[in-house]
């Protein structure tokens, strides 16, 4: 689509954005009210659900679209994602029990993984990748503005409003988009010739399904050794070692084993894994330290991670721009993970909100300088023709590394908070002992972060004890609002730990120049396979 007019492809990327936003606005305005959706619909047993059948449909179908976009063209993917998170959307508003709502969040994951993965592919189609950097930066700019405005517009539409409408309210955005795409977007026609790789969807479905689940379940429902969980990656094990036959004797694949030969491809994918299972797996855990440690009401707490975003907007906007004009990539990574870094390990001494804040603008920085690079240096690596492919393997890594990156910084903290609030509580029990059963079971049932971080219930708690036990109370929500920071300082320092990691991997990422054609040389081929590592042209 390189031939198109500069007028036409800023109307068709005014279009991709607005899908894009309608997609991401809609799942961030429910993050601050799902917690009381789910009490309404009285299906609390049921909570993790709601977003794990998000995740799982979504992931699935960035992969699987990936492939299909390249083989049939990103108009009918996009329209189809549009539209079946529109119905998911409606559907959702209308739930009456928790079983209807968890059923349409999964029709609405399937059409937010189609509009992401074919929205950041529709960027490489229209645009080179020497112009593509900025264009990255503005897309990447979209989920930051998003995260800025739907938390707090969720919180405040669910104090004013039926819940209903948060589903509601962003849906006559995603018809504008829709019939923005259908009118603007270009036709591809279908390469003749091209069979689907139906058997390696299918085993890519059931390697990605059970994986998630079991990091999704270790350490909440499930044990990490339990049967359950064990069960869950040896099915994962065996279904992957499966696809990875059917892959490299496929005459199409879903996803090509011959990408990962690709130095450029095999690199970034596992910087973007890493990157998000430290970023994801402790970044998850600020509001624990803002409500729980510090106490801070959750209309507030919004307020601390906010300008994270802001600042993450406005550096990727201007990352893109610098990229566009320089032609050069990889030195915006080795500035931006260090800067991550920094954020990351000041949070491991935080001890006051303003800390917070200032760790959440120097994590922002550099996550805007950052985020763009891998994603355009893994498309530029490849033939135009794997495009979609290469860009939904990217996502997959990086969902991914979010999910198990929460699971396993879950399980550092439960662990470590777990050890030593039985030690607190321990030196703590000669304090409660003296007093009635009843009151001293009411206090101890606070040894627990979901409770540290409802401050009514503190307040209303303290309130209601006799005046001489009042200050023994107020105590033991310090001595456990300490521990809480304790614990949270390790599970920043594990995330700041395998930042370090990610960052090592830059130096390995081969930079290779960024073309000014979507019509690429290829290297030869070796062994009958293409190597999809392009040589710059002009």
Known sequence: MEHLTQKRKLSIMVAVMAAMFFAA?????????????????????????????????STIATVLVGKLSDMFGRKP?????????????????????VFQFITYRGIQG??????????????????????????????????????????????????????????????????????????????????????IDFLGSLFMTTTIVPLLLAFSWAGTQY??????????LAATIASGIIFVIVELYSSN?????????????????????????????ALIYISFFVQGVMGISPT????????????????????????????????????????????????????????AIVSMIIFGLGLGLGMPVFSLATQNAVPHKELGVVTASSQLFRNLGGTIGIAVMGTVMSNSLTRNLKNAMGSASADLSGLDP????????FANPNQLMNKPLIEQTQASLPTEIQPIFAQLI?????????????????????????????????????????????????????????????
């Open 110 to 195: 399937i059409g937010a993984g189609i509009i992401q993965s074919t929205a950041f592919t529709a960027v490489g189609d229209l645009f080179a990748p020497r112009e593509r950097g900025k264009w990255m930066g503005f897309m990447t700019a979209i989920f930051g503005f998003s995260s800025v405005l739907g938390p707090t517009l969720g919180g405040y539409l669910v104090d004013h409003l039926d819940w209903h409408w948060l589903f509601w309210i962003f849906l006559p955005l995603g018809i504008v988009a829709f019939i923005m795409i259908l009118t603007l977007f270009p036709k591809v026609e279908r390469k003749p010739g091209e069979k």
């Open 77 to 97: 993917f996009i329209l189809l994602g549009i539209l079946l998170f529109m119905i998911g959307a409606f559907l959702t508003g209308t739930s009456d029990n």
């Open 438 to 445: 009843e009151i001293a079971q009411k206090m101890a049932s």
């Open 223 to 232: 044990s990490w050794g339990s049967a359950q969980i064990l069960g869950l």
């Open 253 to 281: 694949p879903i996803l090509p084993m011959h990408l990962f030969k690709n130095s450029v491809v095999t690199i970034s994918n596992l910087i973007g894994f890493i990157m998000n299972f430290g970023m994801m797996g």
């Open 300 to 355: 507030y707490a919004g307020y601390v991670t906010m300008p994270m975003s802001i600042f993450m907007v406005i550096t990727s906007a201007l990352t893109g721009q610098l990229i566009a004009k320089s032609g050069k990539y990889k030195r915006f990574a080795l500035i931006g993970m260090p800067i991550m870094i920094a954020g990351m390990a000041l949070m491991v001494f935080m001890n006051s909100v303003w800390m």
């Open 25 to 57: 606005i809609n799942q961030t305005i429910v993050s601050t009210a799902m917690p009381r959706i789910i009490s309404i619909l009285d299906g609390m047993d049921y909570y993790t659900w709601t977003i794990n059948i998000y995740l799982l449909t």
């Open 478 to 538: 310090q001595s456990i609002r300490d521990i809480l920071g304790d614990t949270l300082s390790l599970v920043f320092l594990t995330g700041t730990l395998v930042l370090v990691i990610a960052f090592f991997l830059v130096f390995f990422l081969k930079e290779l120049p960024l073309r000014t054609s979507n019509q690429a040389v290829v290297a030869p081929e070796e062994s009958g396979k293409v190597t999809g590592e392009p040589v710059a042209s002009e």
